[in-house]
């Protein structure tokens, strides 16, 4: 089996090189020539671990591909997955240009049956948008070739994203004709094999699928942090409450750590969209409006006990930061909380020096010199007030805590991801502010 994967981003090169794994041919197509270069030559455009190795294998295999031109490519493919950006737009929508521009490519392109399917995250209603204009093309070539859309949503998590994708809790497959589901059946064999649940239904209850995916874990965070902040005022440990609610098989223990709020390029995005998709049918998704709201606040409240702690002035106070990714194991910057927290401290005269053990390159990229970069985790702390931890990467977990009593000019740590134990804190003789404690 032959497949085309237009977009060879953090979804899109996941997909194909998976897919690829699997048994299947796979040409991946970005309009980035940088990207394809660097593919091409044996790198890797972003950090994801594990996924080095099985580019390199499935290249030498000679079943994945990149190249940056569609042409050429669709003639021997039974399908093409469409998994290109899908940003917000100023008014909160989901941004559908690229989606459309990639399906308007394909209706140009293909010269035989071909099931076109959306990996991107999309709204209700995009596939038929997708179907019009792969059809809007046949019709001005004025040729008479049969194809199918599909959906299906991606539900990999950036940091895991192969373990993710090979072994997924389920595929979500929304089709509209036996055809479709045969070939999308035949593509996901090896997951049929191990047992992955394959769930085929309608496609606007596909594409909705992704939206309240998304949009239920956000809430899970927003709600953790809502009762975090309220643990503060009544002297409960939001940790042993996550203990004691997740421990409930009904409620379940995953995403419902406290902190200082979600970010990444899909929860803060699919959550708009979906309040967005209500709005335009008239219905407003007053639940999702409050989890914003609740994560918009959230990002604030590491600012609100650094700035009391030095009583309301911070200006020309250093602190080092840990962790500017958006979570652990990723490069991805999108919608960081570090992002808010900085720009808040700067604006406060702060002086910052940061230090990530993957995003360093991103974060000059959005920050340039307005910060200081540290070469290690250590070095970010050399003459600070303060450690601010904004994202819990295992290493930052298991810290020498003498190196950073060395380093620090006081005993300070505003802990954005409560990765310490408060009490050992202050057996070392920290002041220690987590959240919810
Ligand atoms: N990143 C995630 O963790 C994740 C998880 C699940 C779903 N999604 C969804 O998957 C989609 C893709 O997300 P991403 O994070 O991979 O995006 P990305 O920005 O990392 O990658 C998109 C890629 O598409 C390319 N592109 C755009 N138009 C093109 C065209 N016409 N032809 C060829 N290439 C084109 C861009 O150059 C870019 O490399 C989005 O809808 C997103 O919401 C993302």
Same mark, same amino acid.
């Given at each position: 089996?032959?497949?085309?994967?237009?977009?060879?981003?953090?979804?899109?090169?996941?997909?194909?090189?998976?897919?690829?794994?699997?048994?299947?041919?796979?040409?991946?197509?970005?309009?980035d020539?940088?990207?394809?270069?660097?593919?091409?030559?044996?790198?890797?455009?972003?950090?994801e671990?594990?996924?080095?190795?099985?580019?390199?294998?499935?290249?030498?295999?000679?079943?994945?591909?990149?190249?940056?031109?569609?042409?050429?490519?669709?003639?021997?493919?039974?399908?093409?997955f469409?998994?290109?950006?899908?940003?917000?737009?100023?008014?909160?929508?989901?941004?559908?240009?690229?989606?459309?521009?990639?399906?308007?490519?394909?209706?140009?392109?293909?010269d035989?049956?071909?099931?076109v399917?959306?990996?991107?995250?999309?709204?209700?209603?995009?596939?038929?948008?997708?179907?019009a204009?792969?059809?809007?093309?046949?019709?001005?070539?004025?040729?008479?070739?049969?194809?199918?859309?599909?959906?299906?949503?991606?539900?990999?998590?950036?940091?895991?994203?192969?373990?993710?994708?090979?072994?997924?809790?389920?595929?979500?497959?929304?089709?509209?004709?036996?055809?479709?589901?045969?070939?999308?059946?035949?593509?996901?064999?090896?997951?049929?094999?191990?047992?992955?649940?394959?769930?085929?239904?309608?496609?606007?209850?596909?594409?909705?699928?992704? #939206? %309240?995916?998304?949009?239920?874990?956000?809430?899970?965070?927003?709600?953790m942090?809502?009762?975090?902040?309220?643990?503060?005022?009544?002297?409960?440990?939001?940790?042993a409450?996550?203990?004691?609610?997740?421990?409930d098989?009904?409620?379940?223990?995953?995403?419902l750590?406290?902190?200082?709020?979600?970010?990444?390029?899909?929860?803060?995005?699919?959550?708009?969209?979906?309040?967005?998709?209500?709005e335009?049918?008239?219905?407003?998704?007053?639940?999702?409006? %409050?989890?914003?709201?609740?994560?918009?606040?959230?990002?604030?409240?590491?600012?609100?006990?650094?700035?009391?702690?030095?009583?309301?002035?911070?200006?020309?106070?250093?602190?080092?930061?840990?962790?500017?990714?958006?979570k652990p194991?990723?490069?991805?910057?999108?919608?960081?909380?570090?992002?808010?927290?900085i720009?808040?401290l700067?604006?406060?005269?702060a002086?910052?020096?940061?230090?990530?053990?993957?995003?360093?390159?991103?974060?000059?990229?959005?920050?340039?010199?307005?910060?200081?970069?540290?070469?290690?985790? #250590?070095?970010?702390l050399?003459?600070?007030d303060a450690?601010?931890?904004?994202?819990?990467?295992?290493?930052?977990?298991v810290?020498?805590?003498?190196?950073?009593?060395?380093?620090?000019?006081?005993?300070?740590?505003?802990?954005?991801?409560?990765i310490?134990?408060?009490?050992?804190?202050?057996?070392?003789?920290?002041?220690? #502010?987590?959240?919810?404690?």
């Amino acid at each position: 089996m032959r497949i085309v994967v237009i977009g060879t981003g953090y979804v899109g090169l996941v997909t194909g090189t998976c897919l690829a794994e699997t048994g299947i041919t796979v040409t991946c197509v970005d309009v980035d020539q940088t990207k394809i270069d660097l593919l091409n030559s044996g790198g890797i455009p972003i950090y994801e671990p594990g996924l080095a190795e099985l580019v390199v294998r499935n290249t030498e295999h000679e079943r994945l591909f990149f190249t940056a031109s569609l042409q050429g490519t669709l003639q021997a493919a039974d399908a093409v997955f469409i998994a290109v950006g899908t940003p917000p737009d100023e008014d909160g929508s989901a941004d559908l240009s690229y989606v459309l521009g990639a399906a308007k490519q394909i209706g140009q392109l293909i010269d035989k049956y071909t099931v076109v399917i959306t990996k991107s995250t999309v709204p209700v209603g995009t596939n038929w948008k997708v179907k019009a204009a792969v059809q809007a093309e046949l019709d001005r070539r004025g040729v008479s070739i049969p194809f199918d859309v599909a959906s299906n949503p991606e539900f990999l998590k950036e940091g895991d994203a192969i373990n993710d994708f090979m072994m997924p809790d389920r595929v979500v497959i929304g089709v509209e004709s036996e055809k479709a589901k045969e070939v999308l059946n035949r593509l996901y064999h090896f997951f049929v094999l191990n047992n992955v649940p394959i769930l085929f239904m309608d496609i606007p209850s596909a594409e909705m699928t992704k #939206y %309240a995916a998304n949009s239920m874990l956000a809430t899970r965070i927003s709600f953790m942090n809502d009762i975090a902040n309220l643990c503060e005022l009544t002297g409960a440990d939001v940790d042993a409450v996550k203990r004691g609610i997740g421990s409930d098989t009904r409620i379940g223990k995953k995403f419902l750590n406290a902190g200082i709020g979600y970010g990444g390029s899909c929860f803060p995005k699919d959550v708009k969209a979906l309040i967005k998709t209500g709005e335009e049918r008239g219905y407003h998704l007053e639940v999702l409006k %409050a989890v914003e709201k609740v994560n918009e606040r959230q990002k604030s409240r590491l600012f609100g006990k650094i700035t009391k702690h030095y009583g309301g002035d911070i200006r020309g106070r250093r602190f080092g930061i840990w962790g500017l990714s958006f979570k652990p194991a990723t490069d991805d910057m999108r919608e960081a909380p570090s992002l808010s927290l900085i720009e808040k401290l700067l604006e406060a005269g702060a002086i910052l020096t940061v230090f990530d053990p993957v995003a360093m390159e991103e974060a000059y990229r959005k920050l340039g010199d307005r910060v200081h970069y540290a070469p290690n985790m #250590y070095a970010a702390l050399e003459g600070a007030d303060a450690l601010l931890v904004v994202t819990e990467w295992q290493e930052f977990k298991v810290p020498k805590f003498t190196y950073i009593e060395k380093a620090l000019k006081e005993k300070v740590i505003f802990d954005g991801r409560n990765i310490y134990d408060p009490g050992q804190m202050k057996d070392f003789g920290y002041t220690y #502010y987590g959240i919810g404690k």
